[in-house]
């Protein structure tokens, strides 16, 4: 099992994929105290780093990606699914 692989797994078993706390929220895999360490560090790099730095933390099974712009409003959520029409049409102005 790579490095990724374990870090999905911790994650899947509700761990902190880096200090293993099994707390109830994480983001990207991490606790928050880990997260908000991943957070700081990272706002120290130049933005032409960042996706460099990311993609190596992932494959050392630190960080798990970006979950972002991933989820999609339930079907039985009439507002949720007005909100999103609007937004694309907003965008479609732009």
Do not use: W
Request: hydrophobic share 30%.
């Amino acid at each position: 099992m790579n490095a990724r692989q374990r870090a999905i797994r911790a994650d899947s078993e509700g761990r902190c994929i880096q200090c293993g706390k099994a707390e109830g929220h994480r983001r990207r895999g991490l606790c928050n105290t880990d997260y908000m360490r991943f957070i700081k560090a990272r706002n120290q790099l130049d933005e032409s780093h960042v996706e460099e730095y990311e993609e190596r933390l992932m494959d050392q099974g630190l960080l798990l990606p970006s979950r972002q712009g991933q989820r999609k409003p339930p079907a039985d959520n009439i507002y949720a699914t007005v909100a999103a029409e609007f937004q694309e049409k907003q965008r479609g102005k732009k």
